[in-house]
């Protein structure tokens, strides 16, 4: 007899009328960009509650939910049966331990090896609890001091200057040389680009591509993503600012800006950034002189703008030979990338 296929759960939820079809679209383009758990993403989309998605999983998989105050106060005698490292890959949190039983909290139950080798390394029976990806993270971050990414910070309501940069993309992205003298030929053909997108397999690798092909024009650079009705600052080089300030930077979109214009009209912007309280915050965080061109170019996922690159000090080379063009083409390409990556998750799922 063959084998039923497991329900993902975002074809559970449609079937329970928890979400609808598009609200399930949307999630995946949100998980393509930022990654997480899709429950995350819904959540974090407003489509869901916290407390909705713990007990629907519950029921579903027949697993006592936790409470958010099942992770107060976790002795750390308790805390120290499970390693760091071995917590934050697993996505768990031991809760308490009675007897030869540990009592887990987890974000995946479907994690067979984790709870097997925790099982392993413990000597004890594991007893599973389900609890959302959102509170596990939160967990993690109280008792293992693993920061927590942007994303959760805003789930769980901690004030917007404590931001963290979502994933490692900083330390991962090869920022290059800003100063280093520019050859004749671009480096980075659109062509080479072009080969190289098309074998991407992270986001990671699609930011690298952009600031790659970029740096030769501009001295600096700034990645900005668009989420909750503002842009927020994601990876920067050649500015003179902290990592951390950067990623504090949030523009609201609510509010008339240049960056509003670009994200709604997904069109490229040339020219100076007129006074305003918005442009001012900009100019101010970043040190850019009024007198000076910025470029802003869309990217776009599903025809929704989902990043803004700012470009700011061009190299040796008039602002007449900027090629446009060229400029409109990678945006294009780049965010053909971010559809495969998106179709990608779709197909496998």
Known sequence: ???????????????????????????????TVFGGKIGTNLVELGYISEASLTN???????????????FTNIPPEIIQLVPKEFALEHKLVPLQKNGKRLKVAISDPYDARGIDELSFKTNLIIDLSIAPEILIVYALE???GIIRE????????VPTE???????????????????????????????LSADLAKTETKEEIFNILLKYFEFYFQKLAIFIVRHGA???????????????????EIPLARPSAFKDVVEKQTIYVGGLPDSDIHDLIKLTLKIERTNDAYLIPLLLNNQTISV???????????????LKDFDLVSKKISYAFQILFLKKKILS
């Open 231 to 249: 842009i927020q600052g994601f990876v920067c080089q050649g500015f003179q600012i902290s990592k951390d300030h950067f990623r504090n930077l």
């Open 162 to 192: 404590e931001m963290r940069l979502t994933d490692n993309l900083v330390e991962e992205i090869q920022t290059g040389n800003p100063n280093e003298a520019r050859p004749k030929a671009h480096p980075y053909p659109i062509e080479s």
């Open 1 to 31: 007899m063959a084998k039923s296929k497991k329900k993902r759960l975002g074809d559970l939820l449609i079937e329970n009328n928890m979400i609808t079809q598009t609200q399930l679209e949307e999630a995946l383009r949100a998980q």
């Open 56 to 70: 629907f999983l519950s029921a579903q998989l027949n697993i006592p939910a936790t409470k958010p105050e099942d």
């Open 150 to 157: 942007a994303r959760y910070i805003r789930l769980t309501g």
């Open 142 to 144: 109280t008792y293992y």
């Open 309 to 323: 690159l700012l470009c700011y000090s061009h190299k040796d080379i008039d602002s007449n030979e900027i090629p």
